[in-house]
């Protein structure tokens, strides 16, 4: 017997054209088709992407080498203005001030005559010419030692905040870039022995003078907002003063000489004036770290001599002077010193 034929099955309705299929028609054939059909509205979407992304990164680019802005400068340092750091062009001498110069604001700083000795600094700095590290130094005794004075018609503030002026205007006038002369007039500013001012009766022996600026500061610092300092002035004048020495015009003159010392100023004014040359220092610090970091390249920042001037080649290691620097941040911070410490002792934290 011969099988039986299948009956085919006729479906009521008629089919749908998508049911439809060409024999060798795919599914993804046709995804494809159908994705190929360009939306309007997509290519809108995509060139604002494009723009966006085009736009963030001019802003960005402008940002970045915006340098006076993005490193919190006054303004920008004129030997950053042209493409070639101008103290390494041959054709623009840039020199320290004279030696006749230098001489006359050491003749008027020996005799007390502090403002007119500043006026000869301002006008010694100029695009071609710095202060030298002896005047630096001299400028920095000023900050610690100066005493009011009734006869001299100014205040000792004010006189404070114009060395401040003259120092922020020769750091940014040269920042301490590459140029071999003047990284080396910086690095004797902070690091060469201070003088020992041998006719008066400080102590600055006892607190590490002859390392420099900055580790005389931190010790004298950190000795100041401990419990072993006094409130008052340390050095007693009555004491030290000779009988023959009290009451003449010559008695005057020696007292001055030698009680116009940082040791003679209350606890509070000590660490005010400490304050004021490390918020100084940082400043000069911060164009090396900063300028010479983010535009000069250079691997041997200013800061490397200071912090790690017993070994240059450990640079950025944790040393007694960066645990000295993280101290003295906790102690102002604990004893709730002042915002304008905290700011200057966090900047100095930041640096290292």
């Not at 992407?49 to 990164?57: I, L, M, P, Q, S």
């Not at 003749?107 to 002896?134: F, G």
């Not at 030698?258 to 220092?281: N, Y």
Request: aromatic share 8%; hydrophobic share 30%; with cysteine.
């Amino acid at each position: 017997m011969s099988p039986k034929k299948k009956k085919m099955k006729i479906t009521d309705g008629i089919q749908s054209p998508a049911s439809v299929k060409r024999p060798n028609e795919s599914d993804g054939a046709s995804s494809k088709r159908s994705k190929s059909a360009k939306n309007p509205d997509d290519d809108i979407q995509a060139k604002k992407r494009k723009n966006f992304v085009t736009a963030c990164e001019q802003v960005s680019y402008k940002a970045y080498f915006d340098h006076r802005s993005r490193l919190l400068l006054l303004y920008l340092p004129p030997c950053m203005k042209i493409s070639v750091c101008k103290h390494q062009d041959s054709k623009t001498l840039v020199k320290e001030m004279s030696s006749e110069a230098e001489e006359l604001f050491l003749t008027d700083t020996r005799t007390n005559v502090w403002c007119e000795a500043l006026e000869v600094c301002k006008i010694c700095i100029t695009p071609n010419q710095y202060l030298s590290a002896k005047v630096l130094k001299e400028i920095v005794e000023i900050i610690l030692n100066a005493h009011e004075d009734e006869y001299a018609g100014h205040s000792v503030s004010y006189l404070i905040d114009k060395c401040q002026q003259i120092l922020m205007q020769n750091f940014s006038t040269h920042p301490p870039c590459l140029t071999k002369t003047l990284k080396k007039c910086y690095n004797n500013f902070l690091t060469s022995p201070l003088d020992n001012r041998e006719k008066t009766f400080t102590n600055r022996t006892n607190f590490g003078h002859d390392k420099g600026i900055v580790k005389y500061c931190m010790n004298r610092l950190e000795y100041e907002i401990s419990a072993e300092s006094k409130d008052e002035s340390i050095v007693d004048k009555l004491e030290n003063i000779p009988e023959e020495m009290k009451q003449s015009v010559k008695g005057l003159h020696w007292q001055k000489e030698k009680f116009e010392i940082f040791e003679c100023h209350t606890r509070t004014e000590r660490i005010d004036r400490l304050m004021v040359v490390l918020d100084s220092i940082i400043e000069l610090l911060q164009y090396t770290s900063n300028l010479g970091n983010q535009i000069m390249r250079s691997n041997k920042p200013l800061m490397a001599y200071v912090l790690w001037s017993t070994n240059i080649l450990y640079t950025g290691a944790v040393n007694s002077n960066c645990r000295q620097i993280l101290r003295l941040f906790v102690y102002v911070v604990h004893l709730k010193y002042p915002e304008a410490y905290i700011t200057t002792m966090t900047n100095c934290h930041k640096n290292p």
